[in-house]
């Protein structure tokens, strides 16, 4: 403990001005002085370290630290995981599994190919499907997705994707609507068809996002998943399309058979 005797110089409401017996002049707080104070008292200052107050205030420090880590700090963010669903010869479909963002909050989800950024992806926490359209016909390509966080930033392993050869028959998924009873091919044939073709098989009942070719042999509006079909500007086309398809061993343009 210290303890020193000052002698006040000058005295006002809020600011007083104290003398060491060295000279030397401090600026002292007067509500912190005695009572009847004035100029040309002599008072004494004790100053001492309070070791106790220290103590409690670094626990509380370390509490609240502690409380930082557990809550922030142990629930990370981890890197989304990035799949290839479906690949055709000029379009691919992506999917990733659900975000796990710990106790973080999610800023955006960016998609990238070729080390490009192509943009956000529209519903992040809700939508692990993209489909891109208009690629080059074999060619390769690299995508990654990227996770922006108040934790971070979280990238996906990069994934290589080949569009298809326009003799490479693998992407094609179909979505089977309406065949007429009396129709020269049954979904039988169909299903024979997409196996010999290579194709994606069996054949889909609901259109879905790596749905290429909607594929019936009359116009029903009443059946949602034509009208779904045409919204996602899928063709919608006759079996006789697939058949070209097999008897050319090649991608044959839809032109000719929409219904």
């Keep these: 403990m210290?303890?020193?005797?000052?002698?006040?110089?000058?005295?006002?409401?809020?600011?007083?001005?104290?003398?060491?017996?060295?000279?030397?002049?401090i600026e002292f707080p007067t509500i912190l002085l005695p009572n009847g104070?004035?100029?040309?008292?002599?008072?004494?200052?004790?100053?001492?370290?309070?070791?106790?107050?220290?103590?409690?205030?670094?626990?509380?420090f370390q509490r609240v630290q502690?409380?930082?880590l557990n809550t922030f700090g142990k629930n990370l963010p981890e890197?989304?995981?990035?799949?290839?669903?479906?690949?055709?010869?000029?379009?691919?479909?992506?999917?990733?599994?659900t975000l796990e963002l710990g106790t973080a909050s999610l800023k955006n989800l960016t998609l990238f190919k070729d080390g490009k950024k192509l943009g956000a992806i529209p519903s992040p926490l809700s939508n692990k499907t993209t489909k891109l359209s208009g690629l080059p016909i074999d060619k390769t390509f690299n995508f990654q997705l990227r996770l922006d966080t108040t934790a971070g930033v979280y990238s996906s392993e990069t994934i290589e994707v080949t569009t298809h050869k326009m003799t490479d028959l693998s992407g094609i998924t179909v979505c089977l609507g309406d065949i007429t009873a009396n129709?020269?091919?049954?979904?039988?044939?169909?299903?024979?068809?997409l196996k010999n073709?290579?194709?994606?098989y069996p054949s889909q009942d609901k259109v879905k996002v790596d749905t290429t070719?909607?594929?019936?042999?009359?116009?029903?509006?009443?059946?949602?998943?034509?009208?779904?079909?045409?919204?996602?500007n899928i063709p919608i086309v006759?079996?006789?399309?697939?058949?070209?398809c097999e008897r050319e061993r090649r991608i044959v343009g839809v032109r000719d058979f929409y219904v």
């Design 238 to 244: 006759r079996p006789e399309w697939l058949k070209a």
């Design 37 to 60: 104070v004035r100029a040309g008292s002599i008072v004494k200052i004790k100053c001492d370290q309070d070791l106790e107050t220290e103590a409690e205030e670094a626990r509380q």
């Design 183 to 193: 129709d020269q091919f049954n979904k039988e044939d169909i299903e024979e068809t």
């Design 2 to 25: 210290v303890e020193v005797s000052l002698t006040v110089g000058k005295l006002d409401a809020s600011l007083a001005l104290l003398l060491t017996k060295d000279h030397h002049l």
């Design 213 to 232: 070719h909607f594929i019936c042999t009359r116009e029903n509006k009443q059946n949602p998943e034509f009208i779904k079909a045409g919204d996602m």
């Design 79 to 97: 890197p989304p995981v990035l799949r290839v669903k479906n690949t055709t010869q000029t379009s691919c479909v992506l999917e990733w599994d």
């Design 66 to 68: 502690d409380e930082i």
């Design 197 to 200: 073709m290579g194709a994606n």
